[in-house]
T-cell receptor, first 114, second 116 residues
Framework: AQSVSQHNHHVILSEAASLELGCNYSYGGTVNLFWYVQYPGQHLQLLLKYFSGDPLVKGIKGFEAEFIKSKFSFNLRKPSVQWSDTAEYFCAVNRYSSASKIIFGSGTRLSIRP | NAGVTQTPKFRVLKTGQSMTLLCAQDMNHEYMYWYRQDPGMGLRLIHYSVGEGTTAKGEVPDGYNVSRLKKQNFLLGLESAAPSQTSVYFC???????????????FGEGSRLTVL
């Protein structure tokens, strides 16, 4: 079965700390990869995406993610977090051969101490 | 431009009652989705549709039915609600097809359903 794993369920950081959230998926073959963010009380919105090309992808608000095919990983990073980054972050994957079926990980809750 | 609109936003049901959640999008998207969000479990795909008149099962389809009679609307039905269906339901749509727009989902604001 397809699966997307986010091993960090809750991460607590101080402002200005660096962030890395893990995401691993279990499919072989070509995949599209996404990170979505859900701010408190809001719906999900796209943070960044990877389809092909440069495995280092830059998104909004200073976030970036690196696709490492050999490790089936797509980790999210930010060099210096802000209090406003407090949110839940979801990794999502779809297989290129089944573009319509998008599967999400269980999410990582990020809490930033001011 | 409303994007993706879900109704109702809140609903309380008794076990065994039925209800329908409506999702409407005005972006002319081909693909539409219903997810449920539960604490610690992320978003799980219930059903999805790749075009008008089509539907397909996702990860957790049991107890739900869907219909896509019009391209802009995607309905999620619960025929006999159970407490295990207490959740927040999100509708989403996407451009569909292959290419750089594939998989970029646009979400509604969610519908919180409680089944007593």
């Amino acid at each position: 079965a397809q699966s997307v794993s986010q091993h960090n369920h809750h991460v607590i950081l101080s402002e200005a700390a660096s962030l890395e959230l893990g995401c691993n998926y279990s499919y072989g073959g070509t995949v599209n990869l996404f990170w979505y963010v859900q701010y408190p009380g809001q719906h999900l919105q796209l943070l960044l995406k990877y389809f092909s090309g440069d495995p280092l992808v830059k998104g909004i608000k200073g976030f970036e993610a690196e696709f490492i095919k050999s490790k089936f990983s797509f980790n999210l990073r930010k060099p210096s977090v802000q209090w406003s980054d407090t949110a839940e972050y979801f990794c999502a994957v779809n297989r290129y051969s089944s573009a319509s079926k998008i599967i999400f990980g269980s999410g990582t809750r990020l809490s930033i101490r001011p | 431009n409303a994007g993706v609109t879900q109704t109702p936003k809140f609903r309380v049901l008794k076990t065994g009652q039925s209800m329908t959640l409506l999702c409407a999008q005005d972006m002319n998207h081909e693909y539409m989705y219903w997810y449920r969000q539960d604490p610690g479990m992320g978003l799980r795909l219930i059903h999805y549709s790749v075009g008008e008149g089509t539907t397909a099962k996702g990860e957790v389809p049991d107890g739900y039915n869907v219909s896509r009679l019009k391209k802009q609307n995607f309905l999620l039905g619960l025929e006999s609600a159970a407490p295990s269906q207490t959740s927040v339901y999100f509708c989403a749509s996407s451009y569909g097809g292959y290419g750089t727009k594939t998989g970029e989902l646009f979400f509604g604001e969610g519908s919180r359903l409680t089944v007593l």
